[in-house]
């Protein structure tokens, strides 16, 4: 929006063809169990927004989910975004949306990574991420590869270039005939393994988001407890409420931290024993199964780290982030919306 609203900015190269389609707010939304369209689809959906009013969300508008068979239509309705009108238009912004659809978060490592897989050009203003952050993300997931593609490819391996070419190819996870020997070496199934292998890169990614995360989440651990003697001290008819919302907070914000934990925890004991003390059965398991871990993990940790920006945003305007009741009251339905985010799947008007 603030690239759209600027006077001085191209307005070739926003991140849609279609005018229109950039007024809309993508969201990464959590699909209940049982709203999902079959049981193998992912916890996270991708839904778009179309605002009633393009300069105030707040005042409502439509939402579908890009899975929804009736998306094509919203599109056409919504946006004017039809394949009986420009096709090449259409294609290009469709396959935009898809590639944003195969992510668990928007994160924008994650959302740079899969626009160069794709070979799809944005305006970097869309990708607010530093060369420097970057180089450190990638450098950190390519170290983790290293072991797997030395063990995989002992006699290949043995010079540094040969190596990274290697490492290279399991980053881009698109060349099955060059990793032929690591998906033989891991006994995966061969339609699967490029999906595994990203599947790991990504969960490797949000390794190391949580780790940058952890001293936030202790932050606001320590907030609440605060604001927890805070609600305490009110009157038993005042307390109630706000004490039933804090303890929905507190709670599944402790669920969804525990998650992701187990999750990582598991995954760096199964490294562990598969590279320093030759132990592959847990680590093969969780390759197998990491697809399930890929969007649970996305999942949890997706709003850990939106509950931790919106915390930050909203207590830190204020001495020693303490907020009056009514901001306490305010903050903690944001908290509550974000940790227990529910989603239908169907087209319904925004409130």
């Known amino acids: 929006m603030r690239l759209k609203d600027d006077p001085d900015a191209p307005k070739d190269h926003l991140f849609f063809q279609n005018a229109r389609l950039n007024n809309v707010i993508i969201i990464k939304h959590s699909v209940a169990a049982e709203a999902r369209r079959s049981e193998f689809a992912p916890a996270v959906g991708t839904k778009l927004f179309f605002p009633f009013n393009e ?14 068979k009736e998306l094509e239509a919203a599109l056409a309705d919504k946006c004017g975004l039809d394949r009986r009108g420009d096709k090449a238009m259409f294609d290009q ?15 924008p490592f994650l959302l740079r990574d899969a626009l160069q897989s794709e070979r799809i050009e944005v305006n970097p203003a869309y990708l607010e991420i530093s060369e420097e952050e970057w180089f450190k993300i990638e450098d950190f997931i390519r170290e983790r590869f290293v072991p797997l593609i030395k063990s995989a490819f002992p006699e290949e391996t043995s010079s540094h270039g040969k190596t990274m070419q290697l490492v290279e190819k399991l980053w881009e996870c698109k060349d099955e005939r060059a990793l032929a020997p690591l998906i033989i070496a891991l006994r995966l199934p061969e339609d699967k393994a490029m999906e595994i292998f990203y599947a790991w890169k990504v969960i490797t990614f949000y390794s190391c988001l949580y780790n940058s995360l952890r001293p936030k989440l202790i932050a606001m651990a320590t907030w609440l407890k605060d604001a927890e003697g805070t609600i305490a001290l009110l009157q038993p008819a005042a307390r109630g409420p706000l004490e039933s919302m804090f303890n ?5 914000l402790r669920t969804q931290w525990l998650a992701v934990d187990k999750d990582l925890a598991e995954f760096e004991t199964a490294y562990q024993k598969m590279f320093k003390h030759k132990e592959t059965g847990a680590f093969l398991g969780f390759l197998r199964n990491c697809r399930d871990t890929f969007w649970r993990l996305g999942d949890a940790v997706g ?5 931790l920006l919106c915390w930050d945003r909203i207590t830190a305007r204020h001495h020693r982030r303490h907020l009056n009741l009514e901001a ?21 008007i925004a409130s």
């Open 328 to 348: 306490l009251h305010q903050a903690l339905r944001v908290f509550d919306e974000i940790l227990a985010s529910r989603g239908d799947g169907k087209m319904r």
């Open 248 to 252: 929905g907070v507190k709670s599944e």
């Open 55 to 68: 300069h105030n969300a707040y005042a409502g508008g439509n939402t579908i989910f890009l899975h929804d």
């Open 93 to 107: 912004d469709v396959r935009l949306l898809r590639a944003l659809d195969t992510l668990p978060t928007l994160d």
């Open 303 to 307: 709003k850990l780290d939106h509950t």
